[in-house]
């Protein structure tokens, strides 16, 4: 069946160090995904997306990675923050599924000062 | 300004109980979304509705029943609550049903059912 997971449950990082945080798929079918950023007690935060007719997208901060051979997506944090503390999830559509999201376990990201 | 709002934060009850969420959004969205997340953080879309019309009705109990009374107000009413059901409820919406409109996501509710 098809899943998004994460590799990692927690990642701890260092303030200003960069942050990555990964993410494998299953459905070679999917062809756009989504990062969210949860924090404590709130709903999702949309940061970045990337279709599948690209490898890389950026933005303030942020970066995501995108490899179709081995099913796998990245987000890049550069100079991490401790406002950058939260859980973050990988999501996965496919063109025709109408805002069915499929989400990724999480991986909490906890930033050290 | 809040684009999402759920109504309430917190709800504990007692097995058996009915409740109902409450969800509005006034970004002017023509589809909203109700999701659960457990308490493992796995977040899983339960149901949506585009315009008042069901469009995505995931492997939900039927004691779970949204109602979409205008496109900004998703509802969801949960019958003979179990334990099993305790967990956060977020709404969402987004402006069209197309599978790249971003959703925004409400604070959600945490359900604790006794």
């Known amino acids: 069946g098809e899943s998004v997971g994460l590799h990692l449950p927690t990642l701890s990082v260092q303030e200003g160090d960069n942050s990555i945080i990964n993410c494998a798929y299953s459905n070679s079918a999917s062809d756009y995904f989504i990062w969210y950023k949860q924090e404590s007690g709130k709903g999702p935060q949309f940061i970045i997306d990337?279709?599948?007719?690209?490898d890389k997208r950026q933005g303030q901060r942020v970066t995501v990675l995108l490899n179709k051979t081995v099913k796998h997506l990245s987000l890049q944090i550069a100079a991490t923050q401790p406002g950058d503390s939260a859980v973050y999830f990988c999501a996965e559509t496919r063109t025709g599924n109408t805002g069915k999201l499929i989400f990724g376990q999480g991986t909490t990201l906890q930033v050290k000062p | 300004d809040t684009a999402v709002s759920q109504t309430p934060k917190y709800l504990v009850t007692q097995m058996g109980n009915d409740k109902s969420i409450k969800c509005e959004q006034n970004?002017?969205?023509?589809?909203m979304y109700w999701y659960k997340q457990d308490s493992k953080k796995f977040l899983k879309i339960m149901f949506s509705y585009n315009n008042k019309e069901l469009i995505i009705n995931e492997t939900v109990p039927n004691r779970f029943s949204p109602k979409s009374p205008d496109k900004a107000h998703l509802n969801l009413h949960i019958n003979s609550l179990e334990l099993g059901d305790s967990a956060v409820y977020f709404c969402?919406?987004?402006?069209?049903?197309?599978?790249?409109?971003?959703?925004?996501f409400g604070p959600g509710t945490r359900l604790t059912v006794l």
């Open positions: 970004l002017g969205h023509d589809t």
């Open positions: 969402a919406s987004s402006q069209h049903r197309e599978f790249t409109d971003t959703q925004y």
């Open positions: 990337i279709r599948s007719n690209m």
